[in-house]
């Protein structure tokens, strides 16, 4: 079983920035994997994609309301995933969530809150 664990969220102001991490249970630069994402849900509203980045090569991708403001990256030494987020906006507010998608399975994190508020 493959276990997500996120962390990083939080209180921030508008404009201000946070790093989240999702700690994973098993090598994500593994061949198994296809690749590793960020989503988000507020409330009321249905998951949406915020950055993925697929495991072999490296390839991002971003949904258009964060392009220039989040990056994801990967780190070997602990199989850790990354998401910084800068200039956030009260919009920004959601339940962040981990997820890994493997040659067979796909599996989620259990989410990190992150709200943006003066």
């Known amino acids: 079983q493959v276990q997500l664990v996120e962390s990083g969220g939080g209180l921030v102001q508008p404009g201000g920035s946070l790093r989240l991490s999702c700690a994973a249970s098993?090598?994500?630069?593994?061949?198994?994997?296809?690749?590793l994402g960020w989503y988000r849900q507020a409330p009321g509203k249905q998951r949406e994609l915020v950055a993925a980045i697929t495991s072999g090569g490296g390839n991002t991708k971003f949904a258009d309301f964060v392009k220039g403001r989040f990056t994801i990256s990967r780190e070997t030494t602990n199989n850790t995933l990354y998401l910084q987020m800068n200039n956030l906006k009260p919009e920004d507010t959601a339940v962040y969530y981990c997820?890994?998608?493997?040659?067979?399975?796909?599996?989620w994190g259990r989410g990190t809150l992150v709200t943006v508020s003066s």
């Open positions: 997820n890994i998608r493997l040659r067979v399975g796909n599996y």
């Open positions: 098993l090598n994500i630069f593994s061949s198994n994997v296809n690749d």
